[in-house]
């Protein structure tokens, strides 16, 4: 499969603990998002990463939560001292320069938080 | 400050029938307007852009920069066309797309046989 891989693609955590997330995007895309989606809303923008460098980041994305795409392939999204506000799916998209700027997603993780 | 408003949560008709889903932006820019689709167990996936002017598994849609609206047509639907469908912008400066988008909270489109 070369699209876009997420995981895992289910979290259940408590309260309080840390999770961390992990995005493969497809090879040659050097453009990465993250987003999230909650139930009944459509994805909401959280950041987004051009190779390694993180140019963007919403409003909603707390200072519990932190992106890291250190060489410019994989991505990780970690929230640390979850909340349950914090349950979700999210996504992961990616984009190469020459795609006409079609955004590939991928499967999406769950999070629960109990 | 974007935003999309699709105004139909549910939308059903019966296979054959004409289907229009709504779709509204406010964007102070020149709006990149996209269509997603969510079948069921799958990923989000492009239907179609506006600026390709394509028709996509019968799809069409118009942006209307007087009404500013993007609403998805189709004249005759089909079963496998019961989707999720969500209206997406992205914003667009001096030739580049910023790229990250802007989706409306979708519409989940029934077709009854």
């Known amino acids: 499969d070369t699209g876009v891989s997420q995981n895992p693609r289910h979290k259940i955590t408590k309260r309080g603990q840390n999770v961390t997330f992990r995005c493969d995007p497809i090879s040659e895309h050097n453009r990465l998002y993250w987003y999230r989606q909650t139930l009944g809303q459509g994805p909401e923008f959280l950041t987004y990463?051009?190779?390694?460098?993180?140019?963007?980041k919403s409003r909603l994305l707390s200072d519990r939560f932190s992106a890291e795409r250190p060489k410019g392939s994989f991505s990780t999204l970690e929230i640390q001292r979850t909340e349950q506000g914090d349950s979700a799916m999210y996504l992961c998209?990616?984009?190469?320069?020459?795609?006409?700027?079609?955004?590939?997603f991928g499967p999406g993780t769950r999070l629960t938080v109990t | 400050a974007q935003r999309v408003t699709q105004p139909e949560k549910l939308l059903s008709v019966f296979k054959g029938a004409p289907v229009e889903l709504k779709c509204n932006y406010s964007?102070?820019?020149?709006?990149?307007l996209f269509w997603y689709v969510q079948y069921s167990r799958q990923r989000l996936q492009l239907l179609l852009r506006?600026?390709s002017r394509e028709s996509i598994k019968g799809f069409t849609a118009d942006l209307n920069k007087g009404e500013t609206s993007f609403h998805l047509k189709k004249p005759f639907a089909q079963e496998e066309d019961s989707a999720m469908y969500y209206c997406?912008?992205?914003?667009?400066?001096?030739?580049?797309?910023?790229?990250?988008?802007?989706f409306g909270q979708g519409t989940i489109l029934t077709v009854h046989p």
């Open positions: 990463f051009q190779n390694e460098a993180q140019l963007e």
């Open positions: 998209a990616s984009i190469g320069t020459d795609s006409n700027y079609e955004q590939y």
């Open positions: 997406a912008l992205s914003g667009h400066a001096g030739g580049t797309s910023y790229g990250k988008l802007t």
């Open positions: 506006h600026i």
């Open positions: 964007y102070s820019g020149s709006p990149e």
